[in-house]
């Protein structure tokens, strides 16, 4: 799942910087909330 998250991170992040942003903070915090 993790590895799933940060790939598709990336992929946001190289097409567009702005929405990474966002998605950074998004990632973040369901990396922070464990999985239940």
Not at 7 to 34: C, N, S, W
Request: aromatic fraction near 12%.
């Amino acid at each position: 799942g993790c590895s799933f998250l940060l790939a598709l991170m990336q992929k946001h992040r190289r097409r567009e910087r702005r929405f990474g942003r966002d998605m950074e903070t998004i990632g973040f915090a369901v990396y922070e909330v464990p999985p239940e």
